[in-house]
C-alpha cells in the first residue's frame, strides 16, 4: 500500500478485549495495512507482562503501533472526536431483535466493500472514521453498537464469527481495495463539516434534558425517544452550524424555562 493510503487507512477500536495474543495478532495486521492509529478500550489484560505476551505475534512494526495506543475507558470517550465509526458484529439476528423494525439495523448493516466505501468517502472528506472490534466472547453490546454509525458485517458459510484479528484483517484489506482515505479533496469549511460523533452525543444529552424538564417525554420512553431523535438526526447528515443551531435552542430553553 502507498505511504499516503496508509496515512488515512481508518482508526482501528478494540473494545474490551480479553486477549493480549489477539491485540498483537491486530496490531500486525494494521501494520501488514497500513493502519496505524490504535485504541483500546478497558483491554481486560494490558501493560506490563501482557505487553510482552502481545509483542510475540505483532512483530517489531506492529508492537511500534502497540505502543502508540490509546487506551480508553469507554466507548463514547474513543468514538468522541470521530466522524464516522463502523461496528462490526458477527451476529445478524440478534442485534436486528434488539433494535428491530423499520429503521432499525436490520436496514443498515453493511458489507465489508460497502464498508469500505464509506471509510473512502469519509478519508477523501479528510473526516477522522474507525472500525469498532467487540470482545472475543460476546461481541459489542447493544448500546455500543447504538454508538456506532453503521454496521457490518463479513458474511460467512458455516460459523460465522472470525478470530477477532482475522476480522481486522480482512476489513483493513477490503479498505485497501478501495483505496480508502486518498483524501484529493479540500476540507469542507469549518462550520459546514459533519459533526463528530462526540458532538452529536452533547446534543442528544441536551435535548433529552430539556425534554425531561419540559415533561415532554415519559421516562420510561426516553431510551426510544433518544434513540429516535439519532436515527432522525443521522438521516439529516448534521453540519456544525446545525449543530450550533440546536445547541443554542438548548441554551435558551435552559436560561428561559422556570
Ligand atoms: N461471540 C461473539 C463473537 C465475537 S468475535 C459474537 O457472537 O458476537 C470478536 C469480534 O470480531 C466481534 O465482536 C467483531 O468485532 C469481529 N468479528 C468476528 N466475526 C465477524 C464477522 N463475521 N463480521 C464482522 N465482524 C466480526
Not at 216 to 232: E, G, K, T
Amino acid at each position: 500500500m502507498s505511504e499516503q493510503a496508509a496515512n488515512t487507512a481508518p482508526a482501528i477500536i478494540l473494545v474490551r478485549p480479553r486477549l493480549p495474543e489477539n491485540i498483537g495478532m491486530a496490531a500486525r495486521a494494521m501494520a501488514n495495512m497500513g493502519a496505524r492509529a490504535l485504541t483500546l478500550v478497558s483491554p481486560l489484560r494490558w501493560g506490563g507482562p501482557y505487553l510482552e505476551k502481545a509483542a510475540a505475534p505483532a512483530t517489531p512494526k506492529g508492537l511500534e503501533i502497540l505502543r502508540a495506543a490509546t487506551i480508553c475507558s469507554s466507548l463514547a470517550e474513543a468514538l468522541a472526536p470521530l466522524h464516522l465509526a463502523l461496528g462490526t458484529t458477527a451476529r445478524l439476528s440478534g442485534v436486528a431483535a434488539g433494535h428491530g423494525g423499520d429503521g432499525g439495523w436490520r436496514n443498515r448493516v453493511l458489507t465489508p466493500a460497502e464498508a469500505a466505501g464509506e471509510l473512502y468517502a469519509a478519508g477523501r472528506q479528510n473526516l477522522a472514521a474507525a472500525l469498532v472490534f467487540g470482545p472475543e466472547d460476546t461481541g459489542l453490546e447493544n448500546d455500543e453498537i447504538e454508538q456506532c454509525s453503521h454496521l457490518v458485517n463479513i458474511p460467512t458459510f458455516g460459523l460465522s464469527s472470525l478470530n477477532l484479528a482475522q476480522a481486522v484483517l480482512l476489513l483493513l484489506y477490503e479498505c485497501s481495495k478501495s483505496g480508502a482515505g486518498n483524501a484529493e479533496e479540500m476540507p469542507e469549511r469549518q462550520n459546514r463539516r459533519p459533526v463528530t460523533l462526540g458532538e452529536e452525543r452533547l446534543l442528544l444529552d441536551s435535548l433529552r434534558a430539556e425534554l425531561a424538564r419540559l415533561d415532554a417525554i415519559p421516562a420510561d420512553r426516553a431510551p426510544w425517544y433518544m434513540r429516535s431523535l439519532r436515527r432522525f438526526l443521522r438521516r439529516r447528515e448534521l453540519r456544525r452550524h446545525e449543530f450550533d443551531l440546536l445547541m443554542g435552542l438548548c441554551r435558551q430553553l435552559r436560561h428561559k424555562l422556570p
